[in-house]
């Protein structure tokens, strides 16, 4: 996957949840287990490098195992990293200023 296609499936993958989120009515109510945003966006990151290691199909095993590790390194759990992803993305200005946290990461991360 090359480093231009890789950020444009994030982009896409980014705008379709915060479309997604936007809709749902149930983010106006702050969830009690709220991921503190530094490890939210922490967590972004870690989840798209897992997702980059996708080329073949037969690789979906090890991405699993993956997005697994990173809930369990974090002590969150699907459910709980949705309810966040929600709330967070209730204000797209904040949201897209989580993703450019994440991406410039990122962007440092393939330049080492």
Not at 9 to 23: E, P, Q, R, V
Not at 32 to 43: A, G, V
Not at 45 to 70: C, N, Q, T, W
Not at 82 to 105: C, P, V
Request: with cysteine.
């Amino acid at each position: 996957m090359t480093k231009s296609t890789f950020f444009s499936t994030f982009w896409k993958i980014t705008l379709l949840a915060m479309l997604l989120a936007s809709c749902n009515e149930e983010a106006e109510y702050k969830p009690d287990d709220l991921i503190p945003e530094d490890t939210y966006i922490k967590m972004l990151i870690e989840l798209e490098m897992a997702h980059s290691f996708k080329v073949l199909p037969e690789d979906s095993v090890y991405v699993v195992r993956l997005l697994d590790g990173v809930f369990e390194h974090y002590d969150v759990t699907l459910d709980q990293f949705e309810r966040s992803h929600e709330w967070y993305g209730r204000d797209t200005h904040e949201q897209l200023r989580r993703y450019r946290r994440a991406i410039d990461k990122l962007n440092e991360l393939t330049l080492e």
